[in-house]
Nanobody, 123 residues
Framework: QVQLVESGGGLVQPGGSLRLSCAAS????????IGWFRQAPGKEREGVSCVSSSDGSKYYADSVKGRFTISRDNAKNTVYLQMNSLKPEDTAVYYCATDWNGSRCHRPPYDYWGQGTQVTVSS
């Protein structure tokens, strides 16, 4: 069955960097779009980034453009989110998501979600 597992979260100082991983099992992710989302306490979930498989297009929320980079490693069946110049407002639980059958990025709902990984940006 399809599973997604996020990792790489932790505590980092403002201006620091962190790389999140989304490891897939039960499917080959190079044929699926993978989206990254985050949710801070008391706030709604928001989209952060997405990479499609139909044409390889990458998308970023305005709040993270120029700071975050999404990438694929097909050999490892993993998608990464490199986060640089982190700010306190980036603090949230980060989730990755995909569909059973779909190659395009889109708004939720998605069929499958990981358990999330906590990112805390604080001095």
């Amino acid at each position: 069955q399809v599973q997604l597992v996020e990792s790489g979260g932790g505590l980092v100082q403002p201006g620091g960097s962190l790389r999140l991983s989304c490891a897939a099992s039960g499917f080959t992710l190079d044929s699926h779009a993978i989206g990254w989302f985050r949710q801070a306490p008391g706030k709604e979930r928001e989209g952060v980034s997405c990479v499609s498989s139909s044409d390889g297009s990458k998308y970023y929320a305005d709040s993270v453009k120029g700071r975050f980079t999404i990438s694929r490693d097909n050999a490892k069946n993993t998608v990464y989110l490199q986060m640089n110049s982190l700010k306190p407002e980036d603090t949230a639980v980060y989730y990755c998501a995909t569909d059973w059958n779909g190659s395009r990025c889109h708004r939720p709902p998605y069929d499958y979600w990981g358990q999330g990984t906590q990112v805390t940006v604080s001095s």
